[in-house]
């Protein structure tokens, strides 16, 4: 039998929230299953924020958030 999925709720920023929906949309997946399918391995490695979490998640699963290189003169 499968598990029932709970309704949750949280607040994020602006820019992470618009940065989940980019990535939902970039995998025609919906912002719950982003969440749902990143959240286990960041529980696994230790407690935190659910902020923190889903800000982690985001960069996990769209690669790191790495500046651009300024050439050195």
Known sequence: M???MRTVSFKLSTELDDALSE?????????????????PAL???GRRSV?????ELVGSLDGPRISPRIPST
Not at 29 to 34: D, G, I, K, L, T
Request: net charge positive; glycine share 8%.
């Open 2 to 4: 499968a598990n029932p």
């Open 23 to 39: 990535l939902a949309r970039r995998r025609k997946s919906s912002r719950s299953a982003v969440v749902r399918e990143g959240l």
């Open 51 to 55: 902020t923190m979490a889903v800000d």
């Open 43 to 45: 529980v696994a490695g």
